[in-house]
């Protein structure tokens, strides 16, 4: 049996075939609704574009212009506060180095309350797990404009923020790497008459203590991240010159700063990943 | 190791007594726990530097945080309503006004809440759909094993990693300068940074899917883009989903934020109540948000669990 | 006619093939063997234009294939259809779509992306599936068949091509002897009722001598056999295979079956094809 080529191919072929297979022969309405959700999506995007007036982007080019040459065109750069902004980027690392700090010592102590095979009271773990379930429900930016509120404009408020929903994540973590440790190791340090204490010492500790150290670096990473912009609400930090400049104007000095945060920012996950690289390959190498 | 043993086992089936073991065990112990030491010591006066010049650089002094300290209990104590066992659920009388610590009265302004809840939804909904659909173009020619040529891999990647880079809350002020207060800015930012980071974990994905049926493809004569739309999409287009939806519940933390700068949805409510307010209407708005937050959450889990569950059938 | 000129490809300081100069006239069967590495797999693709070659031509109706850029390119590998080890198909696509891609090269841009197909190109489709016994499977998804279905519906992709040579890379080496014969049934009767030029890499000298017309042999990269299978010796084939003189054993690279009910019945259903 040879085949016919696609040239000579008859409607009594494709007919003998449909009637064959039928199924390989797709209807213009099955075919038209693979398209349905693409068309959807398209048209919600077009009609939500349209509901948030898109129009304004059109209408803005002559600021965009303005702003984007301010951007590009540096003027007076000898008067620029460049001590100032240095500080403000040192603010943003020491506030990420020590909310994460504070974070991880609470949640060392919090993430045990939260381990269910450590804390023996159902309702106080769930009391405690609920807490937590708010701290992270809240974003970081928002504590820092409570914090703001609370203890005024400055660093404390960013680094009291990061704590807070440190607080929330980190613990969370911990109290799963406890709730995954091996059960055998802990008996045997029990068995051995040791104490509560003295059990999460020696039999909790050290399983736990590599997984911990790893989260709360990798947190340090994504906290100086966050901080950059913590300032933005007024709690210390670079973010906070960003906006001051921002609202005097002054938007050369805006580009300025805000390629310093990139550099950083870029700086940082390299920074991380290189320590990550180490890490793993000492682990390897073991 | 090796040479403990061996110089251990020799004296022992001679009879003698084992102490050549024992010191060479000895030895090995206090080299390794100087070398050890030496290591912790290090990283302890490290870690003293950078705690000691972060303290110092950011003010973080025991007697400020002892000052700050009460002023934020005193602070969570203004926000928290009076509400009244008595009234709780009483509606609103008869001249339309509500009852004080009823949860109407707490909630007097539901209904602007709600609204401005809802947009929030809708502008990470827009970021999602328009930020995805950019970093699905860029994420083929981003993908090493995919890319036309090294210029065109060199200049997407480049592109997505300023994407990403890039807060959205800095993109949005900026945006919020160049078009105005409103939700447009927040979906322009959101987006962009949907693009950038949606774009990195697509190529990623690129990267593993299987080169034979892209073979394939070119053998058949087909162009580029054929090799993408059968060879590739049909692979990855589970995994594209699925990070998706992901990013979505994500954008939904960043769209009810990113009214702080002025880009729209319930962070500028929020932004205006804690910044002018120290009342009750503080903790209405944070409990409509994290609620907001959880359910869209919920349900974007159960979506993506049926549909992986669809797809492994 | 197929012309190689002193085709040559280079990686790195490796020839995977060196000064390949070969003529091959329309319908012929050609089987290349060889071990691994011997470049058999390269050649192949190197006529495809898969791979691009370091030097030499490749004519083939009055052009240099080796130079074709683009469209033209695109049009030499719809002209030269390729059958690959491992089958090469899209796993989550259904099989018909699989075939259908034969006819990307053919379909106007904007029907082969948003893939509509017209009714004459399914019933095409169809067709190559149904020569080789696969219509049954046609919504099937290709990642759910065998392997023998899936290399199967491959040759059922390369015949909606309608190609003017087949290309065939190890076309039965990750497959079981029954489907192995199945294939390779398939691929002698697309040249000799179709006929179509087939070069098949086969790594079995037995497979070779009963369904191939001419046998090529590469040892390093260099051809050093080219013949009919009567012309190739034992001693042509040690040094093709470069095994120890007194190991080597024809039936050590053979697939054949002993003729069991299975294959008879099996048999019958390839004279089908």
Redesign the interface.
Known sequence: MTTAAFDTLTDAHVESARRAHPGAFASRWSTAKRFIPLAVAILYVIASLWYFEFGRLLDASERVWALLRNFVVWRDMDTWAYRQIYVGISQTLAMAFLGTLLGTLGSLVVGFLAAKNVMPFGILRQIVRRFLDILRGIDQLVWGLVFVRAVGLGPLAGVLAIFVSDLGTLSKLYSEAIENIDRKQVEGIRATGAGPLAVIRYGYVPQVLPVFISQSLYFLESNTRSATILGIVGAGGIGMIIIERFRASLYDQVAFVVLNVLVLIFAIDWLSKRVRLWAIGEQGER | MSDISLSGGGPLANGAAPTDAVDTFERHRAALRASKRGWTIFALVVFAI??G???W????YPE??AS?IP??F???GTIFPELQWANLFEGRDADGRAVPGSITYWYTDFWTYAQLIWETI??A??AT??GTAMAFVLSFPAAINLAPNSWIYWISRRFL??CR???E??LA??FV????I???AG??AIAIHTAGALGKLFAEVNENA?A??V?????????W??KI???VV??V?PNFFSYAMLRFEINV?AS??IG??GA?GIGQE??RV??FY?DDR?LAV?IL??LT??VIDLMSERIRHRFIGRENL | MLTLENLSRRFGENMAVADATLEIPDGQMVGIIGRSGAGKSTLLRLLNRLIDPSDGRIIHGGADIAQLKGRELREWRSDCAMIFQQFNLVGRLDVITNVLTGRLYSLPAWRSMTQIFTAQERAFAIQALDRLGMAHTALQRAETLSGGQQQRVAIARALAQEPKILLADEPIASLDPMNAKVVMDALRSINQQDGKTVICNLHTLDTARSYCDRIIGMSAGKIIFDGTPDLLTTDMAREIYGADDDQFDEAATSTTLPDSEAVVALKEAAANV
């Open positions: 950078c705690l010049l972060s303290i650089i950011s003010n973080f400020r945080l700050g002023r934020i005193e602070y969570f809708l502008m909904m827009t759909l328009i990693e300023v880079g890039i807060p809350i800095l002020l900026v300068f160049m078009i105005g409103g939700p447009l979906v322009l299987s034979r049926p073979e394939g493809i070119a053998a058949v004569g087909g162009t883009p054929e739309a059968y060879g049909p692979q287009a933390r009810s934020i702080f700068v729209g929020l932004n804690i910044s120290s503080v944070l948000v994290v937050v959880t």
